[in-house]
T-cell receptor
């Protein structure tokens, strides 16, 4: 079974600054998918970014980028130019290659301060 | 675009009562799943289905039943509610296996908050 660990329960950042959220995972699979999901106070789960394990290039989506270290089983999320709307819970998630099991970390609550 | 629709959004039950959380999607997704979200524990997979007539257990299946008679619907049944089932429940769907035609992205409903007294 896979496990996903987010070691930072809470973080804060000033508006316009950069913040990095950490995520580590454990798996015996060689091919898999990693995700960061955002959950604002509305409770809706929103996909932020997706990484395929067989791709060495780190995924980027506008202000969001990841640092994927496959050997270290690490998958951190960097948010640049933080905005007030980035305030939310952020969940790191692992999906097996078969695509039928998505395992979430415990989440990191991010507060962006004006 | 309706996406994934869950009902009800809020429910209060007494211990021992039964109820069904409804989930419907209009995206013709083959894969559907149910998660529960508890503080500090992220989301945990309860049951999932890879197509009509096919269901399987996830990480925390005890106390829950599911069925998948159509592609669109995937109801979650609590047969005899217990206080430990107090949680927020999410239904999610996707096109299918991430290794195939799908992207692996899950589309989530808005969640259902269940309280068992």
């Amino acid at each position: 079974a896979q496990t996903v660990t987010q070691s930072q329960p809470e973080m804060s950042v000033q508006e316009a600054e950069t913040v990095t959220l950490s995520c580590t995972y454990d798996t015996s699979e060689s091919n898999y998918y990693l995700f960061w999901y955002k959950q604002p106070p509305s409770r809706q789960m929103i996909l932020v970014i997706r990484q395929e394990a067989y791709k060495q290039q780190n995924a980027t989506e506008n202000r969001f980028s990841v640092n994927f270290q496959k050997a270290a089983k690490s998958f951190s999320l960097k948010i640049s130019d933080s905005q007030l709307g980035d305030t939310a819970m952020y969940f790191c998630a692992f999906m097996n290659y078969a695509g039928n099991m998505l395992t979430f970390g415990g989440g990191t609550r991010l507060m962006v301060k004006p | 675009n309706a996406g994934v629709t869950q009902t009800p959004k809020f429910q209060v039950l007494k211990t021992g009562q039964s109820m069904t959380l409804q989930c419907a999607q209009d995206m013709n997704h083959e894969y559907m799943s149910w998660y529960r979200q508890d503080p500090g524990m992220g989301l945990r997979l309860i049951h999932y289905s890879v197509g009509a007539g096919i269901t399987d257990q996830g990480e925390v299946p005890n106390g829950y039943n599911v069925s998948r008679s159509t592609t669109e619907d995937f109801p979650l049944r609590l047969l005899s509610a217990a206080p430990s089932q107090t949680s927020v429940y999410f239904c999610a769907s996707s096109y299918g296996p991430s290794g195939g035609a799908g992207t692996g992205e899950l589309f989530f409903g808005e969640g259902s908050r269940l309280t068992v007294l």
